[in-house]
């Protein structure tokens, strides 16, 4: 991504790298540009599926109540490794006591940690003594993010952690190849309640979202949509929680922006999960506000495509194009679907007439036919003569007595 590096939040933890923008970016170009998010112009739909859409979400729970029932087990025996979420991917080693069970952590607290993070080879690919995040908003590596909610504050300990829990299988270029396994050296500093969002200023409350949104841009490109969701979902939070105070008209206008954004990042990730209600209604909340924005109408005559819906995807393209004339991905999605939804007409013409029946399926109904289509006016003719003779004899009869 352009703005930011994967592990940023509060302070930072990694120095942002323009090299791998350059280097992804020519491994993905030439396919479709409007799977790409904001500030981002690459194409993301070649990216692997998703390998865990679970990640570490449920087993979490469990090592919470693990911790819970033995707090002290790590501080009594330092050399003890805690496997984390019982699969050996991820484990934890005390290397220095801390104050107690009751200073650990919460969740949606700020903490403020010392970090040092090797590879197996020993070299330093990160270093930052005063990192400052959320904790549970996966706004760091999700191995600091488990681990820290089961330290105490004061604790220095030692975090051994799979690739699939830190950079996975693109890794961090320059610095940290993909698949590579990551040992964290992490010392708890520090861990407050978050500040109220409704005090937040609005340069402050712009900055915790984009924060919030470039995470989510992070997990989307490590093909973990489901986080991506979650990051998008909390900035989203962020932008439409309530204020006390009030906010000039440029931050105002620079809120709305952070939250279109979000959204189109949204249903990008929604798509990808084949969430299509979810993603339509992303997609409307966007042009309830920008009515012209070619992402959100393309991405709305996408899930419309998927949902069967033709009919009203094709002018939602069309009034795509409309804005952008040049942009040969919305000319091909055109046309694919103008020929999908000819050919559905096709199946559902040729439906209703075996469902009606088809006169002229063979030659016996067509001479049945013509005999009817004669036969029927001679009959008609001959009571209609009938009627009429009738008539005139009664009329005879009638004047007869007169």
């Not at 570490?56 to 805690?82: F, V, Y």
């Not at 020993?122 to 993010?145: I, K, R």
């Not at 990042?265 to 924005?293: F, M, R, T, W």
């Not at 952008?324 to 046309?335: D, M």
Request: charged share 25%; glycine share 8%; aromatic share 4%.
């Amino acid at each position: 991504m352009s703005s930011g590096s994967p592990g940023r939040a509060g302070s930072g933890t990694e120095p942002p790298s323009p090299e791998p923008a350059v280097t992804c970016a020519a491994q993905l170009d030439g396919a479709e540009d409007f799977e790409v998010l904001e500030e981002d112009e690459d194409d993301l739909s070649e990216l692997p599926p998703l390998e865990d859409v679970g990640r570490a979400r449920g087993p979490l729970r469990e090592d919470a109540q693990s911790s819970e029932q033995g707090p002290g087990e790590a501080a009594e025996d330092p050399q003890e490794w805690l496997d984390v979420l019982g699969s050996g991917l991820l484990k934890k080693k005390t290397l220095v006591p801390g104050q107690g069970v009751e200073s650990r952590p919460r969740k949606g607290q700020e903490v403020t940690v010392r970090l040092r993070a090797t590879l197996e080879d020993g070299n330093v690919v990160e270093e930052n003594p005063s990192l400052t995040f959320t904790l549970g908003d996966c706004d760091v590596l999700q191995a600091l993010d488990l681990c820290v909610q089961l330290m105490e504050k004061g604790e220095t300990a030692l975090i051994m952690s799979d690739a699939k829990y830190c950079y996975g299988a693109q890794g961090r270029s320059p610095d940290i190849p993909p698949n590579a396994a990551l040992t964290l050296e992490v010392e708890l500093l520090e861990a407050q309640d978050a500040p109220d969002l409704e005090l937040l200023s609005g340069k402050e409350k712009i900055g915790l979202a984009n924060r919030k949104r470039e995470r989510g841009n992070f997990y989307y490109q490590q093909a973990d949509y489901v986080l991506a969701i979650n990051s998008y979902d909390i900035a989203l939070k962020v932008i439409s929680s309530s204020s006390k105070v009030d906010f000039t008209p440029d931050e105002e206008a620079e809120l709305l922006d952070v939250k279109v954004k979000c959204l189109n990042n949204l249903a990008a990730s929604q798509l990808k999960l084949d969430h299509y209600e979810a993603a339509l209604k992303s997609c409307n909340l966007v042009l309830e506000h920008q009515p012209g924005n070619i992402k959100a109408l393309f991405r709305k005559g996408k899930v419309l495509a998927q949902q069967g819906e033709y009919r009203e995807a094709i002018p939602i393209l069309k009034a795509a194009l409309k804005l952008e004339p040049s942009n040969k991905t919305i000319h091909a999605e055109l046309s694919k679907l103008v020929k999908k939804h000819a050919d559905q007409k096709t199946v559902e013409t040729e439906m209703y007439r075996k469902m009606l029946g088809n006169p002229s399926a063979s030659s016996a109904p067509v001479k049945c036919k013509d005999k009817l289509t004669w036969s029927i006016p001679w009959k008609w003719l001959f009571g209609a003569t009938a009627i009429a003779l009738g008539g005139v004899a009664l009329s005879v009869v009638i004047a007869a007595r007169n």
